[in-house]
């Protein structure tokens, strides 16, 4: 069975950091791009980052660039975001999710997803 | 960076069809996938490159496309049909966007 678990969600402080981790199992994962997008409470989904296959390439939501970072290990079937400098506005669920594509574009949608992991950022 | 814009609410009585629009400049040009989401739960894809159905959707779930517009039609909506929607596209920059959602509210 196809499935993602999401991990490394908490409280943390304004300009703290956060590593989050997303386990991938039941598909060949290098054939597949990863993404993470968050929900922060009572509102929509927000896309935060997207991953090649390879790792070669990544993309970030603007609200996170120069903030978050992304990458995976194909041979532990995992993916992470390294987030730093949060702020209060990043407190939101964070799902990561399968792009059934190898490559980050047009056809790019989210077809697996995990259950999400929850991120306060607060004093 | 673009924006899609969806109503914030469509409300519909049991039996009757359902539509959810989704608007933006880059539609004409990039594809566009819908997501269902009940409360609590994460989102499943019910509609995929405009028009097509992922296995174990019902059919009664279908997608279109018209210019900048692209429309999620729910036929014969039950109970089990309420829930939000999201349309969500990605360009070749490789920048994803979700609409702001649609609560469909079953009367």
């Known amino acids: 069975e196809e499935q993602l678990l999401e991990s490394g969600g908490a409280l943390v402080q304004p300009g703290g950091s956060l590593r989050l981790s997303c386990a991938a199992s039941g598909f060949t994962f290098s054939d597949s791009a990863m993404t993470w997008v968050r929900q922060a409470p009572g509102k929509g989904l927000e896309w935060v980052s997207s991953i090649s296959g390879s790792g070669g390439k990544s993309y970030f939501a603007d609200s996170v660039k120069g903030r978050f970072i992304i990458s995976r290990d194909n041979s532990k079937n995992t993916m992470w975001l390294q987030m730093n400098s949060l702020k209060v506005e990043d407190t939101a669920v964070y799902y990561c999710?399968?792009?059934?594509?190898?490559?980050?574009?047009?056809?790019?949608?989210?077809?697996?997803w995990g259950q999400g992991t929850l991120v306060t950022v607060s004093s | 960076s673009y924006g899609l814009t969806q109503p914030p609410s469509v409300s519909v009585s049991p039996g009757q069809t359902a539509r959810i629009t989704c608007s933006g400049d880059v539609l004409p040009k990039q594809y566009a996938y819908w997501y269902q989401q009940k409360p609590g739960q994460a989102p499943v894809l019910v509609i995929y490159k405009d028009t097509e159905r992922p296995s174990g959707i019902p059919e009664r779930l279908s997608g279109s496309s018209s210019g900048s517009t692209v429309t999620l039609t729910i036929g014969a909506v039950k109970a089990e049909d309420e829930a939000d929607y999201y349309c969500?596209?990605?360009?070749?920059?490789?920048?994803?966007?979700f609409g702001g959602g649609t609560k469909l509210t079953v009367l």
């Open positions: 999710a399968e792009v059934p594509t190898p490559i980050v574009g047009t056809s790019t949608y989210f077809q697996l």
């Open positions: 969500q596209s990605t360009d070749n920059s490789g920048t994803s966007v």
